[in-house]
């Protein structure tokens, strides 16, 4: 089956640096995405990796490494606005997205 | 920017009731989709559409049936709802396939469904 795993809450302190991390077992792979979600609001695109790396905009960088099965997001300075929801999902063979369960990320001043 | 508007934010409904709910993305998007939410399980897929007229099943579409009559609008609906479609709905819209081009999907603001 496929299958996207991610920690289901993580908590970090304001101003610091966070890492949540998504492994991923799923037929075939076209790309992989990071949405946050606020509660209560929509999911909203932040980043799209298909090419192993690190991409960086800003406060946030996602890496992906396709042979590993892995990706994680990293934000940086974080700020209490950053407490969200944030869903790792990959687009497999046949083009359909598949949704991990999110994980809660928690700011403490 | 991409809009994607979902008609009613909250709704209650009672067991066996017919439910409507409304889509409308106003940036020409071919393909359109019905998610659920729940807490614990993610996103999970009920149905999307590639084309008017077009639909294909999710990961969950029993209990459910949608509609496509113009491009800009998708509605979902709930024959006869139960207790167990309680949860929050969210309708989303893309350029091409579900992102594997990188196309981004744009996600409405939910609908909290409570069915009694």
């Known amino acids: 089956g496929q299958n996207i795993d991610q920690p289901t809450e993580m908590t970090a302190t304001e101003g610091a640096i966070v890492q949540i991390n998504c492994t991923y077992q799923?037929?075939?792979?076209?790309?992989l995405f990071w949405y946050q979600q606020h509660a209560g609001e929509a999911p909203t695109f932040l980043s799209y990796?298909?090419l192993d790396g690190l991409e960086e905009k800003g406060r946030f960088s996602s890496f992906l490494s396709r042979s590993k099965g892995y990706s994680y997001l990293l934000l940086k300075e974080l700020q209490m606005k950053d407490s969200a929801s944030y869903l790792c999902a990959v687009t497999d063979s046949n083009y359909q997205l598949i949704w991990g369960a999110g994980t809660k990320l928690i700011i403490k001043p | 920017d991409v809009k994607v508007t979902q008609s009613s934010r909250y709704l209650v409904k009672r067991t066996g009731e017919k439910v409507f709910l409304e889509c409308v993305q106003d940036m020409d998007h071919e393909n359109m989709f019905w998610y659920r939410q729940d807490p614990g399980l993610g996103l999970r897929l009920i149905y999307f559409s590639y084309d008017v007229k077009m639909k294909e099943k999710g990961d969950i579409p029993e209990g459910y049936s949608v509609s496509r009559e113009k491009k800009e609008r998708f509605s979902l609906i709930l024959e006869s709802a139960s207790t167990n479609q309680t949860s929050m709905y969210l309708c989303a819209s893309s350029l091409a396939g579900q992102g594997g081009t990188g196309n981004t999907i744009y996600f409405g603001e939910g609908s909290w469904l409570t069915v009694v």
């Open positions: 990796n298909v």
């Open positions: 799923t037929s075939g792979f076209n790309g």
